[in-house]
C-alpha cells in the first residue's frame, strides 16, 4: 500500500519557498554525502569506529514505572552510538562523537503561546517537583529498526498543566536550541533549523507521554537529546524531539521539520502503522538493534505495541489518510 498525502495539514500551506529551498539543499548535500531525503534513512556509510561508552551522572530517588515492557532492553552502548541527532551530523555515530563537549547547563526553556501562565523555566524549575520515573519503552524509527529503552522522565502532561493552557490549545508545538556554534550541524542547511515537532494536544496529555531527562538510571547521554527530550513511544522516533527549548500552546496545527521537508513520507500524526508502507519500504517488520545482521525480522505492532492505551485518541480517522 503506498502512503497517501498527509490529509492533516495540506502541503501547500506549509511548505513555503524558504522550506523547498532548503528541501533542495538537502538533496544536494545528501547526494554529496550519499544520503537520502528519508528522515531517519540508514543509507550513509557509517565510516569510523565506534565510539567509547561514556556514562552519565547516576539520578537519585527515581521510580520504577508500571509502564514497562517484558522485552530485554537494548544494551547502553547501542542506545547511545547509534543515533539520530543531525545537529551534530548524518550518520548513526556522528552524534555521540560531535556532542562530546555539548554543555547542557544552564539550561532554559521558554513556555509560550495559548497559555495562562507562560515564562521561562531553568531545568531545575522544570524538574521541581516531579519523581522521576523509570519506564521501560519499545522505540521504533521509521527506518524499521527498533530498540527497548529504559527512559528516566516525567509524564509531559504533568509539567504542561502547570502552565494553564487555555481553551484555544489544541496543539503543543517543541522547538530543539538553534546555535550554530554549539550544534555544528546546524551550519549544513540541511534542515530547517530549529528542529520542529508538535503534538495534538490529547496526545501531549496522554500518560504514556515522556519528557526523558535520563537513561538507564543516569543523566541523558547528549547525543539522545540531554537535557530534555520528548518520547512518545506509539508514534515513529522522528516525534521524539531532542534538546529541547521551546514549547508552545497552538490553535493551529503547527510545522513539523520532516512533516514540511516531505510530507508524503512523514506525516504529522507519524503513528507506527505495519499497514501502511512508508513509499519506498515497508513499515511491517522490524529489525531489533543489538542482534546483529543475522538477528531476522520482527513483526512491527500497530500503535508499537500500545494500541490498548491510544487507538481511541484516532477513533473515526483514516490512518491511512491521517499517517
Ligand atoms: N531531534 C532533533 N532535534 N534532531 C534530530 O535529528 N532525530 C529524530 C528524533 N529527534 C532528531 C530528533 C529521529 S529521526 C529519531 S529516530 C530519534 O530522535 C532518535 O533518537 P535516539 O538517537 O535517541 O535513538
Same mark, same amino acid.
Request: charged share 25%; hydrophobic share 35%.
Given at each position: 500500500?503506498?502512503?497517501?498525502?498527509?490529509?492533516?495539514?495540506?502541503?501547500?500551506?506549509?511548505?513555503?519557498?524558504?522550506?523547498?529551498?532548503?528541501?533542495?539543499?538537502?538533496?544536494?548535500?545528501?547526494?554529496?554525502?550519499?544520503?537520502?531525503?528519508?528522515?531517519?534513512?540508514?543509507?550513509?556509510?557509517?565510516?569510523?569506529?565506534?565510539?567509547?561508552?561514556?556514562?552519565?551522572?547516576?539520578?537519585?530517588?527515581?521510580?520504577?514505572?508500571?509502564?514497562?515492557?517484558?522485552?530485554?532492553?537494548?544494551?547502553?552502548?547501542?542506545?547511545?552510538?547509534?543515533?539520530?541527532?543531525?545537529?551534530?551530523?548524518?550518520?548513526?555515530?556522528?552524534?555521540?562523537?560531535?556532542?562530546?563537549?555539548?554543555?547542557?547547563?544552564?539550561?532554559?526553556?521558554?513556555?509560550?503561546?495559548?497559555?495562562?501562565?507562560?515564562?521561562?523555566?531553568?531545568?531545575?524549575?522544570?524538574?521541581?517537583?516531579?519523581?522521576?520515573?523509570?519506564?521501560?519503552?519499545?522505540?521504533?524509527?521509521?527506518?524499521?529498526?527498533?530498540?527497548?529503552?529504559?527512559?528516566?522522565?516525567?509524564?509531559?502532561?504533568?509539567?504542561?498543566?502547570?502552565?494553564?493552557?487555555?481553551?484555544?490549545?489544541?496543539?503543543?508545538?517543541?522547538?530543539?536550541?538553534?546555535?550554530?556554534?554549539?550544534?555544528?550541524?546546524?551550519?549544513?542547511?540541511?534542515?530547517?533549523?530549529?528542529?520542529?515537532?508538535?503534538?495534538?494536544?490529547?496526545?501531549?496529555?496522554?500518560?504514556? !507521554? &515522556?519528557?526523558?531527562? %535520563?537513561?538507564?538510571? $543516569?543523566?541523558?547521554?547528549?547525543?539522545? *537529546?540531554?537535557? /530534555?527530550? #520528548?518520547?512518545?513511544?506509539?508514534?515513529?522516533?522522528?516525534?521524539?524531539?531532542?534538546?529541547?527549548?521551546?514549547?508552545?500552546?497552538?490553535?493551529?496545527?503547527?510545522?513539523?521539520?520532516?512533516?514540511?521537508?516531505?510530507?508524503?513520507?512523514?506525516?504529522?500524526?507519524?503513528?507506527?502503522?505495519?499497514?501502511?508502507?512508508?513509499?519506498?519500504?515497508?513499515?511491517?517488520?522490524?529489525?531489533?538493534?543489538?542482534?546483529?545482521?543475522?538477528?531476522?525480522?520482527?513483526? !512491527? &505492532?500497530?500503535?508499537? %505495541?500500545?494500541?490498548? $492505551?491510544?487507538?481511541?485518541?484516532?477513533? *473515526?480517522?483514516? /490512518?491511512? #489518510?491521517?499517517?
Amino acid at each position: 500500500m503506498l502512503i497517501k498525502r498527509n490529509a492533516c495539514i495540506p502541503s501547500s500551506e506549509i511548505t513555503d519557498r524558504k522550506v523547498w529551498e532548503q528541501r533542495r539543499d538537502f538533496l544536494r548535500i545528501a547526494a554529496l554525502a550519499g544520503v537520502s531525503l528519508a528522515g531517519c534513512a540508514p543509507t550513509e556509510s557509517e565510516g569510523g569506529s565506534r565510539e567509547p561508552v561514556v556514562h552519565g551522572a547516576p539520578i537519585k530517588g527515581i521510580v520504577k514505572s508500571r509502564y514497562r515492557v517484558e522485552q530485554k532492553p537494548t544494551d547502553y552502548a547501542d542506545i547511545t552510538t547509534y543515533n539520530n541527532f543531525y545537529e551534530f551530523g548524518i550518520g548513526k555515530s556522528k552524534p555521540a562523537r560531535n556532542s562530546r563537549d555539548f554543555v547542557t547547563r544552564p539550561w532554559n526553556i521558554q513556555i509560550e503561546g495559548e497559555c495562562e501562565a507562560p515564562g521561562e523555566l531553568g531545568m531545575e524549575d522544570i524538574l521541581a517537583g516531579f519523581t522521576q520515573e523509570e519506564r521501560i519503552y519499545r522505540f521504533r524509527c521509521v527506518e524499521a529498526w527498533s530498540m527497548v529503552i529504559p527512559w528516566v522522565g516525567f509524564p509531559l502532561g504533568d509539567l504542561l498543566k502547570r502552565f494553564k493552557p487555555t481553551s484555544k490549545a489544541r496543539y503543543v508545538a517543541f522547538e530543539t536550541l538553534y546555535d550554530p556554534k554549539r550544534m555544528p550541524g546546524q551550519k549544513r542547511r540541511v534542515l530547517d533549523w530549529p528542529y520542529r515537532e508538535a503534538l495534538r494536544m490529547d496526545e501531549a496529555m496522554h500518560p504514556l !507521554t &515522556l519528557l526523558a531527562t %535520563g537513561l538507564y538510571g $543516569e543523566a541523558l547521554p547528549n547525543q539522545n *537529546g540531554a537535557p /530534555l527530550r #520528548l518520547v512518545v513511544p506509539w508514534k515513529y522516533g522522528f516525534k521524539s524531539i531532542k534538546s529541547i527549548v521551546t514549547i508552545r500552546f497552538t490553535e493551529k496545527a503547527p510545522p513539523c521539520t520532516w512533516n514540511q521537508m516531505a510530507p508524503e513520507e512523514y506525516g504529522f500524526y507519524a503513528n507506527v502503522n505495519p499497514e501502511v508502507d512508508h513509499p519506498r519500504w515497508s513499515q511491517r517488520y522490524e529489525r531489533y538493534i543489538g542482534e546483529g545482521l543475522f538477528g531476522g525480522k520482527h513483526r !512491527t &505492532l500497530p500503535f508499537n %505495541g500500545y494500541a490498548e $492505551e491510544v487507538a481511541s485518541l484516532y477513533s *473515526g480517522m483514516d /490512518l491511512t #489518510l491521517y499517517i
